[in-house]
């Protein structure tokens, strides 16, 4: 199933994967995910906020679906498995459960969450964060990407419906447990010789723009004491954000910077730059960003605390994912990266995760890979998670 998506997005000169948002990729990524549905007899349904629903019965308030899923926008330049494996493996679970025979108790659904990366808007889980009103949806309508345009513009180019957005009850009150699989982002499951593992928690994390304003002016004619140039305090911002990194314990990045005009013989007169950072610590974190903030206009464009998967939930998952490879539980990991299952989790909803090994732990990059047996071995490791929950 992953190999009719390799195509879709994919930049010929890097390998890498442009799937932003609601772009042409995205859309026919959505179209996939109907067709998959279709094509199994689920019921499909976009909610308000572009979510994508695959239902094999029917979820009521009384009678909550189990559901697995995840997403198919990607980083840019990002890589095949990041987001499309869950969904690929939830459809191919489902597929496993009816070659079973099992006839689940509970509504089986399939979910894709929108714009699970921010890679254009800057906010990421925005599909999940609308649905649980974490985020405010006139804050995400005026998000605007690189061209200006807002989300709203660019939900109604797509045919949606802007006023619609907000926090949907209805929809989560459908979610009675959720269960994402991912590709492993690090290196854990290679140093514990597993294919499989199960998230613990997740690390809090935020992402930060930095506005540095100086004076535009020419490059050649301007003495270097009459200069204003906001590159300098740029700079010294990704040095520091390394070092405060370092003493804190936690890790920055600075991966994303706009520099205005943006040209080669002219100081800038504006730098905007994006600090992205996390760690095991909310203190340290916090502590990592005041530190960095002076010489510029810090503006917080999200924060999403730690998450502790559902203790109960996550045991039960390691003992039955575990069950198929050694008999003995899947390892308990920790991770830096988000996801919708934290977002749903923090909401209230019982979410788990279970992670496919990484022989690299490479991940947003077009290197990001896991093994076909190890694929395999994820799928069948969800279905048995599924039919568990399903009892
Ligand atoms: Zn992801």
């Known amino acids: 199933m992953l190999e009719p998506l390799a195509h879709i997005g994919r930049d010929p000169g890097t390998g890498g994967y442009l799937r932003d948002a609601w772009s042409p990729a995205d859309l026919e990524l959505r179209e996939w995910f109907a067709g998959e549905a279709a094509r199994r007899g689920l019921a499909l349904r976009e909610d308000r906020n572009g979510n994508l629903?695959?239902?094999?019965?029917?979820?009521?308030?009384?009678?909550?679906?189990?559901?697995?899923?995840?997403?198919?926008?990607?980083?840019?330049?990002?890589?095949?498995?990041?987001?499309?494996?869950?969904?690929?493996?939830?459809?191919?679970?489902?597929?496993?459960?009816?070659?079973?025979?099992v006839e689940p108790s509970a509504p089986v659904g399939v979910a894709c969450f929108t714009d699970e990366e921010g890679a254009r808007f800057g906010v990421p889980c925005?599909?999940?964060?609308?649905?649980?009103?974490?985020?405010?949806?006139?804050?995400?309508l005026g998000l605007t990407d690189d061209e200006g345009d807002t989300l709203?513009?660019?939900?109604?180019k797509a045919g949606r419906d802007p006023d619609a957005l907000g926090r949907d009850d209805e929809t989560l009150r459908a979610v009675g447990v959720f269960v994402e699989l991912h590709v492993e982002q690090g290196r854990g499951l290679v140093a514990e010789g597993r294919p499989v593992g199960v998230a613990g928690a997740i690390w809090p994390h935020g992402r930060w723009r930095f506005d540095f304003r100086g004076r535009a002016d020419h490059a050649g004619t301007t003495r270097l004491v009459d200069r204003d140039d906001p590159m300098l305090p740029f700079a010294r911002l990704v040095l520091a954000a390394r070092e405060e990194a370092e003493r804190l314990g936690v890790v920055a990045t600075v991966g994303?910077?706009?520099?205005?005009?943006?040209?080669?013989?002219?100081?800038?007169?504006?730098?905007?730059?994006?600090?992205?950072?996390?760690?095991?610590?909310?203190r340290a974190v916090r502590e990592l960003v005041a530190a960095l903030t002076g010489a510029a206009a810090v503006q917080e464009e999200s924060w999403t605390p730690e998450v502790r998967f559902d203790a109960a939930l996550r045991d039960r998952l390691a003992r039955v994912a575990g069950?198929?490879?050694?008999?003995?539980?899947?390892?308990?990991?920790?991770?830096g990266a988000g996801h919708d299952a934290g977002i749903l989790a923090a909401a209230g909803v019982p979410s788990a995760m279970l992670f496919v090994r990484n022989p690299t732990g490479?991940?947003?990059?077009?290197?990001?890979?896991a093994e076909r047996a190890?694929?395999?071995?994820?799928?069948?490791?969800?279905?048995d998670v599924l039919e568990d929950l399903c009892r």
């Open 126 to 140: 925005v599909g999940s964060r609308l649905l649980t009103g974490v985020l405010a949806p006139e804050r995400a």
């Open 256 to 282: 994303k910077v706009r520099v205005s005009p943006g040209n080669a013989n002219a100081i800038p007169g504006l730098v905007s730059a994006w600090l992205d950072a996390r760690g095991p610590e909310e």
């Open 362 to 369: 490479v991940s947003h990059s077009p290197q990001e890979h």
């Open 323 to 335: 069950a198929q490879d050694r008999g003995e539980p899947a390892p308990i990991l920790p991770t």
């Open 152 to 156: 709203a513009d660019v939900l109604r």
């Open 374 to 383: 190890d694929c395999e071995a994820g799928v069948v490791a969800l279905a």
């Open 53 to 101: 629903w695959a239902w094999w019965g029917d979820p009521s308030p009384a009678r909550p679906g189990v559901v697995t899923g995840s997403h198919l926008d990607s980083v840019r330049q990002g890589g095949a498995y990041d987001g499309p494996l869950g969904v690929v493996s939830a459809f191919a679970a489902l597929d496993v459960l009816r070659e079973r025979g």
